[in-house]
């Protein structure tokens, strides 16, 4: 077996203090500039502990060692009239995902079971789709009411574009929070989706909070943007309130568009997670998907900057087993909030 090793590099560290400073100008209640964000991209990986380890110090500020775990459920899978060339489940898809209308009743609920059996606080319903029509509305009214009563778990639904009135339907049945991703920045938005923009997005997450839910809000990096993108969705995410930001790195899926999209370092990675604690210092940052493909044996370290993981599958891709998700957060010393149940076993 051979091993590859890195090319000789000429890469020096930062000055001593260098992601401090910006720590502490953070948790005094100042925030970093955009140049300030960007250079944490640009920065050498020799510099990724020290990031980190100031990236944890607001972190641990505000979240202290907690980690809270979501569930996502695939309620409506394929069939999507949407373009966006990053999805398995888009129009322009090759990729062999199941098709299905949104499930039944029995199969919802299941799924909610298991998702407080594997120590999850928020269970997350999603559908492909541009928007819910009237029958997916009605679906989603009917059984949040009665997951919440069962389990307890809070709701997030991620359901495409909403109008004002649909925002307001999914509040008045429970819906504690929903999904919807900026995905990238304005200025890249065209070159991954033209069936809808950036601001429909945008729009959707005004009239989500408007309806008075939480707004949940993240991206997809590594989809060839550069990283003055990343910077500016950070910050757009930030100005917006958004609560809780989902960081995925790219899984570039066979039949997908973006196929073959050179993959993202888990050093660069990393560095990313750290830059939206920065930007976002007291939101929910949630490690999302592609996390055990490109962070690989790195994935603990970005639980130092990041609070939140997704337990158990994606939409259409596989995650790590459960156990292995507790025994990391065990084996870094922090721990589960908010679980419904004990969650030592291996589910």
């Given at each position: 077996m051979s091993i590859a090793t890195p090319a000789a590099s000429t890469a020096t560290f930062s000055p001593?203090?260098?992601?401090?400073?910006?720590?502490?100008?953070?948790?005094?209640?100042?925030?970093?500039?955009?140049?300030?964000?960007?250079?944490?991209?640009?920065?050498?990986?020799?510099?990724?502990?020290?990031?980190?380890?100031a990236g944890y110090r607001i972190r641990h500020h505000h979240f202290g060692n907690s980690v809270q775990l979501y569930f996502l459920m695939n309620?409506?899978?394929?069939?999507?009239p949407e373009d966006c060339h990053y999805c398995s489940q888009s129009k322009v898809s090759d990729a062999p995902v199941p098709k299905y209308n949104i499930l039944k009743?029995?199969?919802?609920?299941?799924?909610?079971?298991v998702a407080a059996e594997r120590g999850a606080k928020t269970?997350?319903?999603?559908?492909?789709a541009r928007g819910p029509n009237e029958r997916e509305m009605n679906a989603v009214e009917k059984i949040v009411p009665e997951i919440k009563q069962?389990?307890?778990?809070?709701?997030?639904?991620?359901?495409?574009?909403?109008?004002?009135?649909?925002a307001e339907r999914l509040k008045a049945c429970g819906v504690d929070r929903v999904n919807h991703n900026l995905n990238s920045s304005e200025s890249h938005y065209e070159k991954i989706c033209?069936?809808?923009?950036?601001?429909?997005?945008?729009?959707?997450?005004?009239?989500?909070?408007?309806?008075?839910?939480?707004?949940?809000?993240?991206?997809?990096?590594?989809?060839?943007?550069?990283?003055?993108?990343?910077?500016?969705?950070?910050?757009?995410?930030?100005?917006l309130g958004v609560k809780s930001i989902p960081v995925n790195i790219l899984n570039a899926i066979d039949g997908t568009p973006l196929e073959g999209t050179d993959a993202m370092s888990a050093q660069d990675a990393l560095k990313a997670l750290a830059m939206f604690r920065f930007v976002a210092p007291d939101r929910e940052l949630r490690i999302a998907g592609g996390r055990e493909l490109h962070?690989?044996?790195?994935?603990?370290?970005?639980?130092?900057?990041?609070?939140?993981?997704?337990?158990g599958d994606y939409l259409?891709?596989?995650?790590?087993?459960?156990?292995?998700?507790?025994?990391?957060?065990?084996?870094?010393?922090?721990?589960?909030?908010?679980?419904c149940e004990e969650v030592s076993l291996d589910r």
């Open positions: 001593a203090g260098t992601y401090d400073a910006l720590a502490d100008r953070v948790l005094a209640g100042g925030s970093i500039t955009r140049e300030e964000a960007l250079a944490i991209l640009e920065a050498p990986d020799l510099d990724v502990p020290a990031i980190l380890a309620a409506k899978s394929g069939l999507c009743r029995d199969e919802l609920m299941e799924a909610a079971r269970y997350c319903l999603v559908i492909s069962k389990y307890n778990l809070d709701i997030c639904a991620c359901l495409g574009l909403l109008s004002t009135e649909q033209t069936t809808h923009t950036y601001a429909d997005r945008v729009q959707t997450l005004r009239n989500v909070r408007d309806a008075g839910m939480e707004m949940c809000s993240g991206g997809i990096i590594g989809m060839g943007e550069a990283k003055e993108d990343i910077v500016s969705m950070a910050f757009d995410l930030a100005e962070l690989r044996s790195l994935q603990p370290q970005g639980l130092y900057v990041a609070n939140s993981l997704f337990v259409t891709t596989k995650g790590q087993a459960p156990q292995a998700d507790y025994d990391m957060i065990t084996d870094l010393g922090f721990e589960i909030t908010g679980s």
